[in-house]
């Protein structure tokens, strides 16, 4: 199984839709969450941190579920310019502190 | 003003070859990282330095040496080139070692012919 796994999409959505991503990991004991995104030939950036509670930032909705093991982002009232890789990342604190990245959910935002 | 520069940002070589890339951060971070990105796109992290001394090595073959003169610098060495390191290259940095806020330059794509 793999450390960090999603469903690599593509997700073709019309402008103003809500769109959802999870993601999956597979150790119990990683204790922080991150949704990085990332434009096509460019550096990923951090979108947002995941916490327990969820949380959210204008638009974006990050949710964890630490019994389940999986991550959740939703995009709503979508733009053209979400149209990106969002990737799913996971602190592996046993291992040194490494973050793991997921291979990312490619997300299209059509007129 | 680039919090985190790579220079080159395309490298062409031959297998064989010995190549060097450059990473500097302006943003007074302890920590850097080199991450590789492969055709299929997985993000995988190479080394983490804090402070100039090496944290994390993950299993990558001893042609790749990471050397950090100072803590804003972290250059990355491959000696002998081959296909398989055919790639992108990001530099990264956090604040401290672990966070998960790192931020990446621009990334070096590498291509091996």
């Known amino acids: 199984r793999k450390e960090v796994e999603q469903d690599p999409g593509p997700f073709n959505v019309p402008e103003g839709a809500t769109v959802a991503f999870n993601c999956t990991y597979s150790n119990s004991a990683s204790q922080s969450f991150f949704w990085y995104r990332q434009d096509c030939r460019k550096e990923p950036k951090l979108l947002m941190s995941v916490y327990s509670s969820g949380n959210e930032d204008g638009r974006f909705t990050a949710q964890l579920n630490r019994a389940s093991q999986y991550i959740s982002l939703l995009i709503r009232d979508s733009k053209l310019s979400d149209s990106a890789t969002y990737l799913c990342v996971v602190n592996m604190a046993e291992y040194g502190n490494k973050l793991v990245f997921g291979a990312g959910t490619i997300l299209r935002v059509k007129s | 003003d680039t919090a985190v520069s790579q220079t080159p940002k395309y490298l062409v070589t031959q297998m064989g070859n010995d190549k060097s890339i450059k990473c500097e951060q302006n943003l007074g971070h302890d920590t850097m990282y080199w991450y590789k990105q492969d055709s299929k796109k997985f993000l995988k992290i190479m080394f983490s330095?804090?402070?100039?001394?090496?944290?994390i090595n993950e299993t990558v073959p001893n042609r790749f040496s990471p050397k950090s003169p100072d803590k804003a610098h972290l250059n990355l060495h491959i000696n002998s080139l081959e296909l398989g390191d055919s790639a992108v290259y990001f530099c990264?940095?956090?604040?401290?070692?672990?966070?998960?806020?790192?931020?990446f330059g621009p990334g070096t794509r590498l291509t091996v012919t």
């Open positions: 330095y804090n402070n100039k001394e090496l944290i």
């Open positions: 990264a940095s956090s604040l401290h070692h672990g966070l998960g806020e790192q931020y």
